[in-house]
C-alpha cells in the first residue's frame, strides 16, 4: 500500500526570513493524520533568506538530520561544533539528554534550501554527539546511497534507530528497484524533479508512506533528487 502525501497539502508557514512546509505536525501545524510515520516525526522543507537563521535553541531526545539541497548552512553548538553544511553532506546531531545549536545562512544575496528531518532515537538518554559527512554521489550516480544507518559504515553518519536512509540524484528516465523487507516500511521524499514510485506521480515536495510492499520500483521522468527511509 503506498499512501500519496502532496506537496500543496503539507502545513504551511512564512515567517518571512524563513518559508517551511511541514510534512507532519510541527509547531504551530498540526494534523491529527499526520503526527510522523514510524519513528520518522518530522520531514521540514526549509527556505532561508540571505542574513536569516535558527537562534540558539534546545532539543532533547531526537535524532536530527540535515540535508541542504541549495546555499549553505553555518551551524553551531553546545558542544562545541562549528560547521559550515553544504550540498553533498549530511549533518546528524543526536540530542540525546539535551544539546542547544544555532543555524544560520551567511550569505548575503543566497538562500538556503534544506530537508529537516527529525528521527525518534531507539531510547532516551543517549550523550548528545554530533556528525557530518561528504557523500559521494560520483561513485553512485543514478543510484540510491546510503547515508544514515544505525550501523557505523564508512561515508554514512549513524543515527540511534533501526532506520536506513538513502539519498539518490536520478538522470531523467533513470529506473532503479528497492526490495524492501516484509515486516519493513518505508517513506519517499522528493526533493527535487519527478518520479514514478510503482506507477504512481510524485513531484518535488511529495512525499509517500509505504506498507504491505515488498518492491518499490522508482523512475525519474525528469532528473530528481530523493530520500528513501527504510523503517522498521
Known amino acids: 500500500?503506498?499512501?500519496?502525501?502532496?506537496?500543496?497539502?503539507?502545513?504551511?508557514?512564512?515567517?518571512?526570513?524563513?518559508?517551511?512546509?511541514?510534512?507532519f505536525s510541527f509547531a504551530n501545524y498540526y494534523d491529527p493524520n499526520y503526527l510522523g510515520f514510524?519513528?520518522?516525526?518530522?520531514i521540514n522543507e526549509d527556505?532561508?533568506?540571505?542574513?536569516g537563521g535558527f537562534s540558539t535553541h534546545g532539543h532533547q531526545d531526537m535524532e536530527i538530520l540535515t540535508y541542504v539541497l541549495e546555499g549553505a548552512l553555518?551551524?553551531?553548538d553546545s558542544l562545541g561544533n562549528g560547521s559550515m553544511i553544504q550540498p553533498g553532506e549530511i549533518q546528524r546531531m543526536s540530542a540525546g539528554t539535551g544539546i542547544f545549536h544555532s543555524e544560520f545562512n551567511p550569505s548575503h544575496s543566497d538562500p538556503v534550501h534544506l530537508l529537516q528531518i527529525?528521527?525518534?532515537?531507539?531510547?532516551?538518554g543517549l550523550d548528545p554527539s554530533y556528525q557530518q559527512q561528504q557523500?559521494?554521489?560520483?561513485?553512485?550516480?543514478?543510484?540510491?546511497?546510503?547515508?544514515a544507518s544505525s550501523e557505523e559504515k564508512e561515508g554514512t553518519v549513524t543515527v540511534h534507530q533501526d532506520v536506513k536512509v538513502y539519498a539518490g540524484k536520478l538522470p531523467a528516465g533513470d529506473r532503479l528497484v528497492y526490495d524492501l523487507a516484509s515486516h519493513r516500511y518505508a517513506?519517499?521524499?522528493?526533493?527535487?524533479?519527478s518520479i514514478l514510485l510503482n506507477g504512481m506521480p510524485l513531484e518535488a515536495g511529495d512525499g509517500a508512506a509505504v506498507s504491505q510492499e515488498t518492491q518499490l520500483k522508482i523512475e525519474a521522468t525528469q532528473a530528481a533528487e530523493i530520500l528513501l527511509f527504510d523503517l522498521a
Open 118 to 124: 527529525w528521527i525518534l532515537p531507539a531510547q532516551k
Open 135 to 147: 557523500l559521494d554521489f560520483n561513485s553512485s550516480s543514478g543510484k540510491l546511497h546510503l547515508i
Open 1 to 23: 500500500m503506498i499512501v500519496l502525501r502532496k506537496a500543496e497539502d503539507r502545513g504551511q508557514a512564512n515567517h518571512g526570513w524563513l518559508q517551511t512546509a511541514h510534512t
Open 187 to 193: 517513506w519517499i521524499q522528493v526533493a527535487r524533479g
Open 74 to 76: 553555518e551551524h553551531k
Open 47 to 51: 527556505h532561508v533568506a540571505p542574513e
Open 38 to 42: 514510524k519513528s520518522l516525526r518530522v
